[in-house]
């Protein structure tokens, strides 16, 4: 199982920023994929998550800025970012449940930095 995860960059406080995880499987070999991340100092976090049935959760901090998509056909997920805030600065991670072990697989971070 591979992850990868892009889209990351400066950004300043209000705007917005896509990223974006291919992975090697049919996501449907999936039972959930989801965006976490983890700033300087602090423990990794939820962002968002979706699962097989589009169900979609989010973090407390994102809810109502932050959009989770898949598209199933191209072997993507995505996290559309607006309204920025300086504490959205982190390394955001891909990620995603295997249906057949149940384990969580990584991608690497990407970061992403905003600007006040």
């Known amino acids: 199982v591979q992850l990868q995860a892009s889209g990351g960059g400066l950004a300043q406080a209000g705007g917005s920023l896509t990223l974006s995880c291919v992975v090697s499987?049919?996501?449907?070999?999936?039972?959930?994929m989801g965006w976490y991340r983890q700033a300087p100092g602090k423990e990794r976090e939820l962002v968002a998550d979706?699962?097989?049935?589009?169900?979609?959760n989010y973090g407390d901090s994102v809810k109502g800025r932050f959009t989770i998509s898949r598209d199933n056909a191209m072997n993507m997920l995505y996290l559309q970012m607006t309204s920025l805030k300086p504490e959205d600065t982190a390394v955001y991670y891909c990620?995603?449940?295997?249906?057949?072990?149940?384990?969580?697989?990584w991608g690497k971070g990407t970061q992403v930095t905003v600007s006040s």
């Open positions: 499987r049919n996501p449907f070999s999936y039972t959930s």
């Open positions: 990620n995603a449940v295997l249906r057949l072990d149940g384990k969580n697989y």
């Open positions: 979706i699962s097989n049935l589009n169900k979609t």
